[in-house]
């Protein structure tokens, strides 16, 4: 979005971080379904949705980057840059060396 970003696709933008947060909040939901698991089943069920949730709590963190950076939000877009370095965010996947 080089030059002036107009309200529609500031509003596209927004609804693609509005969406995986949405796909975030149904792994969480489902997780939390699964706080009791006890059968090796129940267990690999709530892994692999935990496994989700991670990823996709990094792509709204990578996309928000995004976003802000693209409709000129600069400073607030350092603020989440800074966030994901802090939690080892990248946007390859890989854990900056260090990180376990």
């Given at each position: 979005?080089?030059?002036?970003?107009?309200?529609e696709?500031?509003?596209?933008?927004?609804?693609?971080?509005?969406?995986l947060?949405?796909?975030?909040a149904?792994?969480?939901?489902?997780?939390?379904?699964l706080?009791?698991a006890?059968?090796?089943?129940?267990?690999?069920?709530?892994d692999?949705?935990?496994?989700v949730?991670?990823?996709?709590?990094?792509?709204?963190?990578?996309?928000?980057?995004?976003?802000?950076?693209?409709i000129?939000m600069v400073?607030?877009?350092q603020?989440?840059?800074?966030?994901?370095d802090?939690?080892?965010?990248?946007?390859?996947g890989e854990?900056p060396?260090?990180?376990?």
């Amino acid at each position: 979005m080089a030059g002036k970003v107009t309200d529609e696709e500031i509003l596209a933008a927004v609804h693609r971080v509005r969406e995986l947060e949405a796909r975030h909040a149904e792994a969480s939901a489902r997780v939390d379904a699964l706080r009791s698991a006890a059968t090796p089943g129940e267990l690999e069920e709530r892994d692999r949705w935990g496994a989700v949730m991670a990823d996709l709590a990094r792509a709204v963190v990578l996309e928000s980057l995004e976003v802000l950076d693209r409709i000129g939000m600069v400073t607030a877009a350092q603020l989440v840059e800074s966030v994901a370095d802090e939690e080892g965010i990248t946007a390859d996947g890989e854990r900056p060396e260090g990180r376990d």
